[in-house]
């Protein structure tokens, strides 16, 4: 049983989130014995087919995969925060753009 409850949603104006739509055709294939690989590395090919997002760790991934969700976590509001955690919104505070994270 739980101790308490877990909101799913919060209602935002659509109009204030920025959005991009991206379309990815490639995706990594994955052999029975679980080994990921890709097609190989073409320049010329535009992204997001191009780039490396597994293979031998590198920086390079490493700052792929940075870049793929740096943006998944957002500042709110204090009211936001209050609607959606109740009395413990202020464990959620944002210490580095103020307001409160959430994602």
Known sequence: MFAFQ???????DPATIPLEQVRF?????????G?????????????PENVHYFGEPSPEIDENWEKL???????IS???????WGDD???Y???????YTAG
């Open 6 to 12: 877990v909101l799913t949603h919060i209602v935002v």
């Open 25 to 33: 055709t490639g995706s990594p294939q994955i052999s029975p014995n």
């Open 35 to 47: 080994t990921m690989s890709h097609k190989p590395f073409d320049p010329s090919i535009s992204w």
């Open 69 to 75: 969700i740096e943006f998944r976590y957002f500042s």
């Open 78 to 84: 204090e009211e936001e925060a209050k609607s959606v």
């Open 89 to 91: 919104y202020h464990e």
């Open 93 to 99: 505070v944002d210490q580095l753009q103020g307001g």
